[in-house]
């Protein structure tokens, strides 16, 4: 048998990676380790440099936590906070819910394509920022219109604070 094949579908995660699902490993019954999935995922995608969940990386964490591949590709293809495609280093989400479109979140919408150049779902050509596909709640009415940038919440908006909160972006790296 090569060597190759001795590895583990596991060995392409980094001890950090490891180290972040043992620590929600231990907060489950050893026979309900698929519970530390969602918490395994989201850190995978976050240390990737394109943000997203490639089918290697989804079979690694299969493979480190014990649980069928399909499993896991069942869990990364249901929930919108996992990209499945490489996309922008600045994820944005626009809430579209009621709240937020009644208090404008349609113009925030189309002040960022315009401003960034592109559509919902799209990443700009450098790279750089990722406007997902609309957004049906993030939980934020009270604050509406909101978005979140890099999982951060942003309430209140305008078209002035959403390209304030954008040009921070770019002074930050």
């Not at 001795?6 to 043992?22: F, G, M, Q, T, Y």
């Not at 620590?23 to 989201?42: E, F, G, I």
Request: aromatic fraction near 6%.
């Amino acid at each position: 048998m090569p060597a190759s094949n001795l590895n583990r579908k596991s060995d392409l995660l980094s001890a950090e990676i490891k180290s972040e699902i043992d620590l929600w490993l231990q907060k489950y019954p050893d026979d309900q380790r698929q519970s530390a999935l969602l918490a395994a995922l989201r850190s995978v995608q976050h240390h990737d440099e394109q943000h997203y969940l490639s089918t290697e990386m989804m079979d690694a964490v299969a493979d480190y936590i014990g649980v069928s591949e399909i499993a896991v590709y069942e869990v990364a293809s249901f929930y919108s906070m996992f990209n499945l495609q490489p996309v922008g280093k600045h994820e944005i989400s626009v809430c579209t819910n009621v709240s937020c479109m009644l208090r404008g979140s349609g113009e925030i919408v189309e002040h960022l394509e315009k401003k960034l150049g592109i559509k919902l779902g799209e990443s700009t050509a450098d790279g750089k920022f990722f406007l997902k596909k609309e957004e049906e709640c993030l939980a934020a009415c009270c604050g509406a219109p909101m978005m979140q940038v890099d999982h951060v919440y942003h309430e209140n908006l305008t078209v002035e604070k959403v390209d304030k909160i954008l040009d921070g972006l770019e002074k930050k790296k």
